[in-house]
């Protein structure tokens, strides 16, 4: 099976880009089941010709695109290319109606999250390609809560994280992995993955489940299966 040609999109983010996205290029790549070009400058890159690509991955969190690179990013997406929202993407571009719709829960006012800690997290659809198989596990990270619905966007939750009031989040089961549609293009929403800049915690990323559903959340989006 040919590996998916992947390109990640980085190099803008409130948290620690220079190593979140070398870190997921490389996971990608040594899986065996990727090729991945990483781009620290997504605007040029999205506007080149991106039909070689059967993957976009975003871990960017930072200005505007240009016009012509949203109005390809949109064309490839709805055209049937996979996209991966990493983490703190989903905060990215207020009133990007079209991005907003791809992601359809974002962080937007009233979202929040509690303290870097670790916290138990459950697969609420074992049927799902990218859930198939996974068990409950325990992750550190930081735990976004009240992620808005944007647009009425149907989406699916794959897995939540419990919110413990103690640490400072809601009480209730949160979402942390999330599928959504955007015309042909599957989108796979990994909410989880923090890494502060200046903070070398990697705990996050070095969860093997962590990795398992990075891995095949980024497979089903651009091939709409998991082998396996």
Same mark, same amino acid.
């Given at each position: 099976?040919?590996?998916?040609?992947?390109?990640?999109?980085?190099?803008?983010?409130?948290?620690?880009?220079?190593t979140?996205a070398?870190?997921?290029?490389?996971?990608?790549?040594?899986?065996? $089941?990727?090729e991945?070009?990483?781009? !620290?400058d997504?605007?040029?890159?999205?506007e080149?010709?991106?039909?070689? #690509?059967?993957?976009l991955?975003?871990? #960017? *969190?930072?200005?505007?695109?240009?016009?012509a690179a949203?109005?390809?990013?949109?064309?490839? =997406?709805?055209?049937?290319?996979?996209? +991966?929202?990493?983490?703190a993407?989903?905060?990215?571009?207020? /009133?990007?109606?079209?991005y907003?719709?791809?992601?359809?829960?974002?962080?937007?006012?009233g979202?929040?999250?509690?303290s870097?800690? !670790?916290?138990?997290?459950?697969i609420v659809?074992?049927?799902h390609? =990218?859930?198939?198989?996974?068990?409950?596990f325990?992750?550190? &990270?930081?735990?976004y809560?009240?992620?808005?619905?944007?647009?009425?966007?149907? #989406?699916? =939750?794959?897995?939540t994280?419990?919110? &413990?009031p103690?640490t /400072?989040?809601?009480g *209730? *089961?949160?979402p +942390?992995?999330?599928?959504?549609? #955007?015309g042909e293009?599957?989108?796979?929403?990994m909410?989880?993955?923090?890494?502060?800049?200046?903070?070398? &915690?990697?705990?996050a990323f070095?969860?093997?489940?962590?990795?398992q559903?990075?891995? $095949?959340?980024c497979?089903?989006?651009?091939?709409?299966?998991?082998? /396996?």
């Amino acid at each position: 099976m040919s590996k998916i040609r992947t390109l990640l999109l980085t190099g803008a983010n409130n948290h620690d880009w220079a190593t979140s996205a070398p870190f997921c290029a490389a996971l990608l790549e040594q899986s065996g $089941r990727f090729e991945v070009m990483l781009t !620290e400058d997504p605007s040029s890159a999205l506007e080149g010709a991106l039909g070689d #690509y059967e993957l976009l991955f975003s871990d #960017y *969190n930072g200005p505007a695109w240009t016009e012509a690179a949203q109005a390809n990013f949109e064309a490839a =997406v709805r055209g049937g290319t996979g996209l +991966v929202i990493l983490h703190a993407a989903d905060n990215a571009f207020p /009133g990007w109606v079209e991005y907003e719709k791809m992601v359809a829960l974002l962080w937007r006012e009233g979202t929040g999250h509690g303290s870097f800690h !670790e916290f138990p997290v459950s697969i609420v659809d074992g049927e799902h390609p =990218v859930t198939r198989g996974m068990e409950d596990f325990h992750q550190w &990270d930081e735990l976004y809560h009240r992620l808005v619905h944007m647009h009425e966007v149907p #989406y699916q =939750v794959l897995a939540t994280g419990y919110s &413990d009031p103690a640490t /400072g989040g809601t009480g *209730n *089961n949160e979402p +942390v992995m999330v599928a959504t549609q #955007y015309g042909e293009g599957r989108i796979f929403h990994m909410v989880l993955g923090h890494v502060w800049p200046g903070n070398p &915690d990697l705990r996050a990323f070095e969860s093997p489940s962590f990795q398992q559903g990075l891995l $095949r959340g980024c497979e089903w989006a651009a091939r709409g299966d998991v082998a /396996g």
